[in-house]
């Protein structure tokens, strides 16, 4: 028997296998294909203290190898989140839930992870300050390194749970900005958010996304996405989780191997609901293979 389980900053996980916040709503769509037990854990869509309903539409443009989307971090808010979803959550998913929580302030930032880290099946808080599809927030505090810094200080001043900062692509020097977030108290670095695109109606003569541009992933991010991972875990000494591209279970322990203790998996999702499930029963198969008796021993093993 194969053993999958890791532990991210002491939250212990049947396996590194973890839905990406935005491409799994509250798993509520994804609850009667299968069982959600079977993954490692969920990050929910990114939760901002007011509702919002996102940008104007088309907010989607597909591309070969991924696609850019612009939702503009829609979401029921947090009261909705405490009232509504988490009680729903509780019926169908007994894994840790990520909060992925979104600011336009340091002090929204602060509210989402004081009331969100008491809520019993939050067991990581990820604050994403790499949207970038919001003005005014998101990747505005992501791209710079003291910024970052001061949103993890402030709101590992009031988290009841281990704080992830999921970090953007969009910058020349993500080793400063992963550092700046471990030197400010972060308990782990989540990355790549998604990288800045655009597409063209060549017909309309008019950008695809109502927004002009807005943030790609999928398979072609991947190789960007591993070299993040091996950079920042090879300068931090907190863990990573590393996100972006991922579709197989060959990725994960790719991305294990480059440095990550836990894997995000986002858009594939989106192209296969079950996308998670078959990297989940794909892994044992595939360590058996690769003579892999315990997931974790492969963190970073790349000099
Ligand atoms: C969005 O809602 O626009 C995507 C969220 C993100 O990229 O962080």
Known sequence: MVDLSVNLAGVRLDN???PASGTFGFGEEFKDLYDLDILG???FKGTTVAPRLGNPVPRIAECSSGLINSVGLQNPG?????????PRMRSFFHKP????ISGFAVEEFVTLAERLSREPQVEIIEVNVSCPNV?????????????AAEVTRSVKQVSARPVFVKLSPNVTDIVAVAKACEEAGADGICLINTLLG????????KPVIANKMGGFSGPAVFPVALRMVYQVSKACSIPVMGCGGVASADDVIEMMMAGATAVQVGAANLVNPYACKQIVEDLPKRMESLGIEKLSDIIGIIE
């Open 16 to 18: 590194p296998v973890i």
């Open 41 to 43: 854990a969920i990050s």
């Open 78 to 86: 947090l009261d909705a989140v405490i009232a509504e979803q988490l």
């Open 97 to 100: 839930i990520i909060a992925n």
């Open 135 to 147: 003005h005014g927030g998101g990747m505005s505090f992501g791209t710079d390194p003291k910024s």
């Open 198 to 205: 655009m597409r063209i109606d060549i017909a309309r003569r």
